[in-house]
């Protein structure tokens, strides 16, 4: 993965650290860059009492701990839980993505996911990227099935930036699953079937070997 670009396509901020936060921190300190792409900010769903571009400082600063630069830290503007009206608008974004930055690797939500915003981005995403290496990331509380066919291999230094940077979303801590707890057990489960310490487990969606 040296000097390859790895793009992570978020439907909101923080999906893409929940999904693979370790991985990113993997392959970083292996070389590549990173470019972290969120959707939206959610920002009608932040808690009245919260500035609501809240999301979008915390997303800069959990990137930026797993070695994201900020300029490749990208919010578009998309509204929350409306993604399947903007299908067209979302698809174009992705293809102006993958002409910028020409990807050697996307990472996305898996198809099975059934948060309507996250099933855009894999379904659009598929047909954006194409003709590049996908892998589907899991998000356990919505995903309806998934297919543990790729494993990412990691150690400590990675998970514990993981659990740190989902610790720099002060607005989500109420989550059940932004917990270091599950977090934890979930890398330990996946590496446990690998014969690894920690590991995520994505679906493969495409594959390209040249």
Same mark, same amino acid.
């Given at each position: /993965?040296?000097? &390859?670009?790895?793009? #992570?396509? @978020?439907?909101?901020?923080?999906?893409?650290? $929940?999904?693979?936060?370790?991985?990113?921190?993997?392959?970083? +300190?292996?070389?590549?860059?990173?470019?972290? =792409?969120?959707?939206?900010?959610?920002?009608?769903?932040?808690?009245?009492?919260?500035?609501? !571009?809240?999301?979008?400082?915390?997303?800069?600063? @959990?990137? %930026?701990?797993?070695? #994201?630069?900020?300029? !490749?830290?990208?919010?578009?503007?998309?509204?929350?839980?409306?993604?399947?009206?903007?299908?067209?608008?979302?698809? *174009?974004? /992705? #293809?102006?993505?993958?002409?910028?930055?020409?990807?050697?690797?996307?990472?996305?939500?898996?198809?099975?996911?059934?948060?309507?915003?996250?099933?855009?981005? =894999?379904?659009?995403?598929?047909? =954006?990227?194409? &003709? %590049?290496?996908?892998?589907?990331?899991?998000?356990?509380?919505?995903?309806? *099935? $998934?297919? %543990?066919?790729?494993?990412? @291999? $990691?150690?400590?230094?990675?998970?514990?930036?993981?659990?740190?940077?989902?610790?720099?979303?002060?607005?989500?801590?109420?989550?059940?699953?932004?917990?270091?707890?599950?977090?934890?057990?979930?890398?330990?489960?996946?590496?446990?079937?690998?014969?690894?310490?920690? +590991?995520?487990?994505?679906?493969?969606?495409?594959?390209? #070997?040249?």
């Amino acid at each position: /993965m040296n000097n &390859r670009t790895i793009l #992570i396509l @978020a439907p909101h901020t923080d999906d893409g650290e $929940f999904g693979c936060g370790g991985t990113i921190a993997k392959l970083i +300190a292996g070389g590549s860059r990173v470019v972290y =792409a969120a959707f939206s900010a959610a920002e009608q769903s932040v808690l009245p009492h919260l500035p609501r !571009d809240i999301l979008r400082t915390e997303v800069l600063n @959990a990137t %930026t701990h797993l070695g #994201i630069a900020s300029k !490749d830290c990208l919010v578009f503007d998309f509204e929350v839980r409306k993604f399947p009206e903007f299908r067209q608008q979302i698809l *174009d974004q /992705m #293809i102006q993505l993958n002409r910028e930055y020409v990807p050697d690797m996307v990472f996305l939500p898996s198809v099975n996911d059934t948060h309507q915003d996250h099933n855009i981005i =894999a379904v659009e995403g598929f047909r =954006a990227f194409k &003709r %590049t290496t996908m892998l589907g990331y899991e998000v356990p509380w919505n995903n309806l *099935d $998934f297919r %543990t066919s790729c494993f990412v @291999a $990691f150690d400590e230094s990675c998970l514990t930036k993981k659990i740190s940077a989902i610790d720099k979303y002060e607005s989500q801590k109420g989550r059940t699953y932004a917990n270091a707890d599950f977090i934890r057990s979930l890398a330990v489960t996946r590496g446990v079937q690998v014969g690894a310490k920690y +590991a995520e487990s994505f679906e493969v969606v495409r594959w390209i #070997i040249k």
